[in-house]
């Protein structure tokens, strides 16, 4: 079982919409990231937040927004998004550090329609 | 940045097969992981594996660090076994981890 918890799983939203992704971890972990994954290609890094602090923005397009409230939460914020948008997001935390496992969650299915 | 390679991208197996999934790395890294990603889309950490040879049941994997590349071993495949695997890295000099193009793993009944 997944100790990095999505919601919503699946989320269709319209180009004109403003939603959110979010997620949770209680590892303790202080490393967490979001990804992106279209389909039969690989994840790719969008966010990585260290300390509660942004360390990595993968020159993201503003639309999406991340927020990191507290250590144990992660959110992104999805506004006036575009039909390529659709994809599926992962959260994933480490302990941080060089040499860590990183754990994803199970995702959230977005569709943007 | 460094570069990682998959091979092969697809491979098909009756149930009870064994396979052999290659990662290759073009740099020197002190973080590599391999993680199988079920249909419904989660990824499961199979293996923390920078260097050295691990074991966990019908699966083993082995970075040989100086070589660039791992190897992650499936024994007597089972349908279960069916999806995707992605090897990823860090580099000793880079920031992010970094994923393959993932092998698609389709096992036969």
């Known amino acids: 079982d997944t100790e990095v918890t999505q919601t919503p799983k699946h989320l269709v939203m319209g180009m004109t919409n403003k939603k959110s992704l979010k997620c949770e971890q209680h590892m303790g972990h202080r490393a967490m990231y979001w990804y992106k994954q279209k389909a039969k290609k690989p994840p790719e890094l969008m966010f990585v937040y260290s300390y509660e602090k942004l360390s990595i923005n993968e020159s993201v397009p503003s639309r999406f927004s991340p927020e990191c409230p507290n250590s144990s939460l992660l959110n992104l914020h999805l506004h006036a998004l575009q039909p390529e948008d659709s994809a599926l997001y992962l959260c994933a935390s480490s302990s941080g550090g060089t040499g860590n496992t990183i754990y994803f969650g199970e995702g959230s299915w977005l569709t943007v329609v | 940045g460094i570069q990682v390679e998959q091979s092969p991208p697809d491979l098909i197996l009756q149930e009870g097969a064994n396979s052999t999934l290659r990662c290759n790395f073009s740099?020197?890294?002190?973080?590599l992981q391999w993680f199988h990603q079920n249909p419904w889309g989660q990824l499961i950490n199979l293996f923390y594996i920078p260097s050295g040879t691990k074991q966990n049941g019908r699966l083993s994997a082995t970075t040989v660090a100086t070589e660039r590349y791992s190897l992650l071993y499936i024994s007597s495949s089972q349908t279960t076994d069916s999806g995707v695997y992605f090897c990823a890295v860090k580099g000793s000099s880079a920031s992010k981890i970094i994923f393959g193009s993932g092998t698609r793993l389709s096992i036969r009944p």
């Open positions: 740099d020197s890294v002190n973080n």
